[in-house]
């Protein structure tokens, strides 16, 4: 039963970071989501 309850726990507050990136995500003007990219991109590679 415990177990159940931390996954449902853990589920629940994934869901609410990817809502959270989500917002910001949109609130950010497409120029900088570009630049944020461009930046992992040479950062990864």
Not at 18 to 42: H, M
């Amino acid at each position: 039963f415990a177990c159940i309850s931390v996954l449902l726990l853990s589920i629940f507050i994934s869901a609410i970071l990817y809502f959270i990136l989500l917002f910001i995500f949109k609130t950010l003007s497409v120029k900088e989501i570009n630049y944020i990219k461009l930046y992992v991109s040479k950062k990864l590679g």
